[in-house]
């Protein structure tokens, strides 16, 4: 049984995915519309994973006998100053998210609830890789800077990532 502590801030976490994915799905738009559809297709996987993480606490709360209570999304930004304006935003983001599962770690390890410290491991392992997923395509796109050669060589790239 999840404390009410505990399930508050498994909701707020829900939350802070489905932002996540309403962000990635924005950014796709902004990449759609400067016809760079490699970046907008890497922006939608995310967006779909983003909406899985927030699936897979919706389903552990239930699984621990809480009540799932949806909170209103932000409206997202919609256009940024370049590609990699985009793509260092994300990278903000996920450090965002990593904080907060850190912070939801404490919280479970504080109120000795083995059971969420157990779970939330897969979000650190995740965030790990969600960091390091971004991080190469904005340093590689900061350098790119206004090159068009650079800039659709990596789109075709980005283009190519898997559902």
Known sequence: MLSTTMEAALNEQIREEMYSSYLYLAMAAYFEGLDLRG???WMRVQAQEENSHAMKLFDYVFERGGTVTLKALAEPQATWASPAAAFAAALGHE???TGCIHKLVEQAA????HGTVNFLQWFV???VEEEANVEPIARRLEKIGDNMVGLLFTDRELGSRGA
């Open 125 to 127: 392992k995740e965030q």
């Open 39 to 41: 970046m907008a297709r």
């Open 95 to 97: 450090r965002h998210i």
């Open 110 to 113: 504080a109120e000795h609830d």
